[in-house]
């Protein structure tokens, strides 16, 4: 993408979406093109602005922003939707996820971190607040260990590194400095995974992973 990316605030704090407006002034590529103030406001200014990335609390007034997430996707397939909250809880995560948000991110992310998952996401990857990734390993960990018959597909465990890496909004180039492999590598077991997960994109492939108990 070679325009700036159109962003849309959307937290019932002013001082909040001041700071995050302060925050993304030095990155060029990404413009913030309104605010929205409830669930029901980001739906709207959505429509009205047609932002790539709505980054979305969770907790608002007239509509959460759980609620709103699924419109906003219904409506606006081509708007991706980060959520953006103090909730490390694994039932919200899988809420939002179940709505149609592309990213999970805590409020005491950086800047920097931030400015990666609006990039990733725009791009058609997802992204996970590292703590949020490993949420979801050890949900999936003690869930596999309850349930010894349950049928799933089965990663190796260089490809559930991959996967963990991927999830976490790494590039390929990123995974293989992480794992020690070569670039070619990660995108041959990026192939593989998808394939065995019946996925299509990376957005697919953690979707599919989640749903089948891989991730």
């Not at 996707?73 to 939707?81: C, E, F, G, I, S």
């Not at 949420?135 to 799933?152: A, F, H, M």
């Not at 991959?162 to 390929?172: K, P, W």
């Amino acid at each position: 993408m070679t325009r700036k990316i159109k962003l849309l605030l959307a937290d019932d704090h002013a001082l909040v979406r001041e700071g995050i407006r302060s925050s993304l002034v030095r990155h060029p590529r990404i413009s913030v093109v309104g605010e929205a103030c409830s669930g029901k406001d980001a739906v709207r200014k959505t429509m009205e602005l047609s932002p790539d990335v709505v980054l979305m609390d969770l907790n608002m007034p007239e509509m959460s922003g759980i609620e709103a997430t699924p419109i906003i996707r219904a409506k606006r397939p081509d708007t991706r939707v980060i959520a953006l909250t103090v909730h490390d809880n694994k039932e919200y995560v899988f809420q939002i996820l179940r709505s149609g948000a592309s990213g999970y991110l805590l409020k005491d992310t950086s800047a920097e971190e931030l400015v990666r998952a609006i990039e990733s996401v725009v791009r058609g990857d997802a992204f996970f607040s590292p703590h949020i990734s490993t949420l979801l390993l050890k949900d999936y960990v003690r869930s596999s260990n309850e349930q010894p018959g349950r049928s799933k597909t089965t990663l190796s465990q260089r490809e559930k590194e991959v996967l963990l890496a991927i999830a976490q909004g790494s590039t390929n180039k990123e995974v293989a400095v992480q794992l020690g492999l070569s670039v070619r590598t990660v995108d041959t077991y990026r192939v593989r995974i998808k394939r065995k997960l019946g996925a299509r994109n990376t957005a697919e492939l953690l979707r599919h992973a989640r749903e089948q108990g891989v991730l």
